[in-house]
């Protein structure tokens, strides 16, 4: 299957400072990532799409201007968590998916995710 | 009603046994299925993928769709410790995110 990388596994920052997630597709071109955020025995929700060349579409109660999300090439996204606190302590795993087969058959792939402790 | 529905467990079966695992799905547009393995700590681990009515099957596993009753199952047999996980149903609808349910824990019993 197709392979997504995300750097770093493991950060642990200071309230207050910004932490940026990379993302990469690494044997494919992703038009659209995603990033998702997983809290301790909780399943994974849809913080937003993130979309090559345009600005990412933010699910309801996802702040915008908290979670920076850049995806300027066909295989990184990036998203920066702005001014930590240690409410965003999570796991974040990024996603991206493959087009199967024409009218929308798609396969998706998780990245390895990254564990941010906001101290 | 939730769009993806899993019994959340934990489904525990004996080592070398067959494991049933259920989904069902509200959206009758939706046109992928998926199944992901998920360890305590890690990410998704795509297992099975179909789009088709009828059974798929890769190795161990057998995904089955039923698109008429809004169902997806997955089997897995000779059934190891090393199984034990959680299991997560999504499906997607056209160029839509990942819907998950929210997800079956599997016990296999040594």
């Known amino acids: 299957g197709a392979v997504v990388s995300q750097h770093p596994s493991r950060v642990i920052c200071k309230s207050g400072t910004s932490v940026k997630i990379e993302c990469r597709s690494l044997d494919f071109q992703a038009t659209t990532m995603f990033w998702y955020r997983q809290f301790p025995k909780q399943s994974l929700m849809l913080m937003a799409t993130?979309?090559?060349?345009?600005?990412?579409?933010?699910e309801q109660g996802v702040e915008k201007d908290k979670f920076l999300i850049n995806h300027a090439s066909l295989t990184l996204s990036t998203l920066t968590v702005t001014s930590a606190h240690p409410e965003d302590s999570s796991f974040y795993i990024c996603?991206?998916?493959?087009?199967?087969?024409?009218?929308?058959?798609?396969?998706?792939?998780f990245g390895p995710g990254t564990r941010l402790t906001v101290t | 009603q939730k769009e993806v529905e899993q019994n959340s467990g934990p489904l525990s079966v004996p080592e070398g046994a067959i494991a049933s695992l259920n989904c069902t799905y509200s959206d009758r547009g939706s046109q992928s299925f998926f199944w992901y393995r998920q360890y305590s700590g890690k990410s998704p681990e795509l297992i099975m993928f179909?789009?088709?009515?009828g059974d798929k099957e890769d190795g161990r596993f057998t995904a089955q769709l039923n698109k008429a009753s809004q169902y997806v199952s997955l089997l897995i047999r000779d059934s190891q410790p090393s199984d034990s996980a959680t299991y997560l149903c999504a499906v997607i609808r056209s160029r839509r995110a990942l819907t998950f349910g929210s997800g079956t824990r599997l016990q296999v019993q040594p």
């Open positions: 993130s979309n090559e060349g345009s600005k990412a579409t933010y």
């Open positions: 996603s991206a998916r493959v087009l199967i087969l024409a009218g929308g058959i798609y396969e998706q792939y």
């Open positions: 179909i789009y088709s009515n």
